[in-house]
């Protein structure tokens, strides 16, 4: 719907709404001058023995029918009315939801495209400099070093695009034993590669060398997600906790950072597929608005639970509980 459509389209809701009121009064007029003129007529035909043709009913029929019309004019009038309202009120709905999938969608190609081109730019100014200029290994090992980090995140840019491909026919749960202790040691070296320069805790007070039967992969996947945006949408001076326990019949995974936080309003939105808070045009931060919508799946597909709530004093905590 352009400019010009949806000025056309108030205009005529607005116009059809006027006339059907005026209609209505139009209608309930006529009717209270028909009741008063047979009223009238009846009054007359009583007092001067008249006998009228066709037949003029008596004067508490006359009545009946008036009350009886008055009721059906307001009533009919009542129904449309809220029918019609309902009617726009529906179509004003759908065209907002596609207005808002048509912003998603560009914010989401703009995005994508930032997230796949920041890596490729980086690796080949990288490339270049080893091509061009004659290194020290030191100079060397850092340089590769760094291109393998991006490296990494453009595979995980593409694995989060492959799983979101992917659970449009569901994501299905592989359970699998594996002990804490492994999933610390796993996610302690991924925070040491991906986020070195953060202050990230694993804690737990859980047995570490009981193996423990749960989605392990989308575990990591929903570990991954909620840790770099705990790391993104934080300043870097601060910590970022995190927390798996065990206990009867679930797992539980938290998060928190003591970052910007996330407004009550936007709490149900952001878990929507490429919903990002705020507009991609003035938004500077890296994502694909794809993280915590994977979250969510694998969390539903788990018969798992997802709270969010605000950490204090400041900042976000996302706790997930999965069944073991
Ligand atoms: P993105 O790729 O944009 O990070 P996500 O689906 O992971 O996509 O998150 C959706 C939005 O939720 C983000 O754009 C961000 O605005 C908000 N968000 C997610 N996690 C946090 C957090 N820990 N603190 C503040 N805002 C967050």
């Known amino acids: 719907m352009n ?25 309930f007029h006529k009717n209270e001058a028909l009741y008063e003129s047979h009223l009238q007529l009846r009054a007359l035909a009583d007092q001067h023995q008249l006998v009228l043709r ?8 006359i009545i009946r029918t008036y009350q009886g019309q008055r009721m059906m004019i307001i009533g009919e009038s009542l129904f449309i009315l809220i029918s019609v309202s309902i009617g726009i009120w529906l179509i004003f709905r759908s065209y907002l939801r596609e207005q808002r999938v048509i912003r998603q969608r560009r914010n989401f190609l703009l995005s994508i495209t ?14 270049e400099t080893i091509q061009k200029r004659q290194l020290n ?27 979101t491909a992917r659970m449009d026919r569901k994501y299905v749960p592989r359970i699998e034993a ?21 202050h990230i805790t694993i804690h737990t007070n859980s047995a570490r060398e009981t193996p423990v039967n749960a989605d392990w992969t989308g575990l990591d996947i929903i570990f991954r997600n909620l840790v770099e945006n705990a790391v993104k949408y934080s300043p870097s001076d601060t910590p970022v906790h995190t927390s798996i326990e065990v206990h009867a019949g679930h797992l539980t995974l938290a998060v ?15 878990f929507d597929m490429f ?5 991609e045009d003035t938004r500077a931060g890296k994502g694909t608005g794809l993280g915590l919508y994977l ?16 950490n204090e004093p400041k900042g976000s905590c996302f706790t997930i509980q999965l069944p073991i």
């Open 256 to 270: 928190r950072d003591e970052g910007t936080g996330i407004p009550p309003s936007e709490r149900q939105r952001i």
């Open 3 to 27: 400019r010009y459509t949806r000025i056309l389209a108030i205009f005529t809701a607005a116009y059809i709404g006027l006339a059907l009121t005026w209609w209505s009064f139009l209608l």
């Open 54 to 61: 066709p037949d003029l009913p008596d004067q508490a029929t």
């Open 178 to 198: 594996r002990t804490l202790q492994t999933a610390l040691e796993n996610w302690t070296a991924e925070c040491q590669s991906f986020w070195s320069g953060r």
């Open 295 to 310: 979250v969510r799946e694998i969390v539903h597909q788990n018969k798992g639970k997802i709270e969010l709530r605000s």
């Open 275 to 279: 919903y990002r808070i705020g507009n």
């Open 137 to 163: 290994p030191d100079q060397l090992t850092r340089l590769v070093s760094s291109s393998v980090r991006e490296a990494d995140r453009l595979t995980e840019t593409v694995n989060n695009l492959l799983l």
């Open 114 to 127: 930032h997230e796949l081109k920041t890596p490729l730019t980086a690796m080949r100014l990288a490339f």
